[in-house]
């Protein structure tokens, strides 16, 4: 099949959360299929054109935003048989950040991501590309299925495709006030109950939900969870109207870029047949960061520092832990709050709770290989990243039981021969220190835990499962939309 992928981040060229990832590993997966993979991104100050080889196409895309044309430039690069290709706006997208700056939303980002959207579409005639299916990801790209459906003939190479938008993280949904409403070159009846209309505002993912053909979220338990009010942010009933449509695929990671046996990043390489190799590493971890010496594990973190993640808990949880025989490292940034009150509890408890604040990859990792323990106590989860690295380099997570989280980490209290982790159920404190407990019985019993990180290590993390399933719901819908799939045609 031939697939357009759209997306408003992706690594390695650019990249603020778990999206990136996704839009930058996905395509060479589906490659590696044997299908044509053609991203396209915005053309961000922060992508190097230098480092990743991009190359002017001379070819040009146009969009219509409040009344006015403007006019996009086509740049392009390929890396591992997927080709990725940017559209250059300054007016738009020459800043420092991707959606704002300073903790503020740009101003203008309907506008930006209504371009954007246009562009995506109009770049497909400009490199002759006639896809069979347009996968879009979360509210920044959400209104190319409506473009598609309210524009009848407008974007000829691209009309007969089908269309899935992924809902990365159901929290965040593009909401804008009626004002920019103009910016969006829509017909008057688009904005209504069964459009984008919202609480009298704009909601562009709720558009993107109402008009694609299926929608995706990136675990199979988040696809429950987002038709509930617990979840939905107010679109449960959105997500329960597309319930037919609505389909939960797990995110992998790239196993080669995540390979504790060629880690640069460690002290030494291991695997899960020659998982001795980590002690040298816990070893390194815990004297590089000033750590105590103690029998019992030392447990990791790593991600953004965020009420959602999980932190609040921890710190409600903390002076328990902290009364446990455990050395506790966490590296990120977020809430200041929380940095200021995790700041407090490390200048307290001295050698055993360390924070890093900001983000190292090379610290990152060597907290992945060193650690025992891997603690994601996330109030929801769509999917998670960080619980799949963490396996696949022996540090078994400590989880709240939501969404991907669910779907990836067999805990050790249900199947205690396979189990990959620990996971508890309520989001209270003594839920998480019990939990906790479990881990360190296990860990003072050295044959099980190893056991145990071997299972983990040996556990299928990689993109190739999830690349089949997104396969299966394209040719889906590239039925449904009447577009003929093209098989692995390139041209």
């Known amino acids: 099949m031939n697939i357009l992928s759209v997306a408003s981040e992706a690594v390695p060229f650019a990249k603020t959360g ?12 589906l490659a590696r299929l044997g299908h044509r993979m053609v991203t396209v991104m915005p053309l961000h100050r922060k992508v190097d054109k230098a480092r990743h080889g991009l190359k002017s196409t001379g070819r040009i895309v146009s969009a219509q935003v409040g009344g006015h044309t403007h006019i996009g430039a086509i740049w392009m690069t390929e890396q591992g048989g997927a080709e990725t290709y940017f559209i250059e706006h300054d007016l738009f997208f020459d800043r ?23 562009a995506a ?7 002759g590309f006639a ?30 495709a089908g ?13 804008f006030g009626f004002r920019d409403w103009p910016a969006l070159e829509l017909p008057d009846h688009a904005f209504s109950i069964d459009g984008l209309e919202y609480h009298g505002a704009i909601n562009l993912l709720k558009g993107g939900m109402k008009y694609a053909h299926a929608i995706t979220t990136v675990s199979r338990t988040y696809a429950r969870e987002i038709q509930t009010p617990a979840f939905g942010y107010g679109l449960d009933g959105v997500a329960r109207f597309r319930a037919a449509d609505l389909h939960g695929i797990v995110n992998g990671i790239d196993t080669a870029l995540w390979d504790p046996a060629h880690d640069p990043a460690l002290s030494q390489p291991f695997s899960a047949d020659a998982i001795d190799g980590r002690a040298a590493n816990r070893e390194l971890l815990r004297h590089s960061l000033g750590l105590s010496d103690g029998a019992g594990p030392i447990i990791g973190m790593v991600g953004r520092l965020a009420e959602q993640k999980g932190l609040n808990l921890l710190l409600d949880a903390l ?25 407090r509890a490390a200048a307290h408890h001295g050698g055993r709770l360390r924070l890093h604040a900001g983000f190292d990859e090379g610290t990152a990792r060597r907290i992945y290989g060193g650690c025992d323990l891997f603690l994601m106590p996330s109030a929801f989860e769509p999917c998670g990243l960080a619980q799949l690295i963490a396996m696949r380099y022996g540090a078994l997570p400590v989880v709240h039981r939501v969404g991907g989280l669910a779907d990836t980490v067999i805990p050790y209290g249900s199947e205690p021969l396979h189990a990959t982790g620990f996971a508890f159920d309520h989001f ?3 839920a998480l220190l019990a939990c906790l407990d479990t881990a360190l019985e296990v860990f003072r019993h050295g044959d099980v835990f190893r056991r145990l990180q071997r299972n983990a290590m040996g556990r299928d993390v990689s993109w190739a499962a999830s690349a089949k399933g997104y396969v299966d719901v394209y040719r889906t819908v590239a039925q449904r939309a009447g577009a003929v ?3 692995a045609a390139r041209g």
């Open 319 to 343: 002076d328990g832990l902290m009364r446990r025989d455990v050395r506790l490292v966490i590296l990120g940034e977020g809430d200041p709050a929380i940095m200021r009150a995790l700041e």
């Open 18 to 29: 778990g999206l990136a990832d996704v839009a930058g590993a996905l395509p060479g997966a």
């Open 121 to 127: 579409l109009d770049l497909c005639g400009a490199i």
């Open 485 to 487: 799939p093209s098989g």
């Open 96 to 118: 420092d950040g991707l959606y704002g700056e300073g903790g503020d939303s740009y101003g203008d980002n309907a506008a930006r991501f209504a371009f954007f959207s246009q």
């Open 163 to 175: 269309t899935v938008l992924t809902i990365h993280n159901l929290a965040y949904q593009g909401v």
């Open 428 to 430: 209270t404190p003594e």
């Open 131 to 160: 896809p069979d299916v347009i996968h879009c990801h979360d509210w920044q790209t959400a209104l190319v299925p409506v473009y598609l459906r309210e524009r009848p003939g407008a974007y000829p190479d691209a009309e007969r």
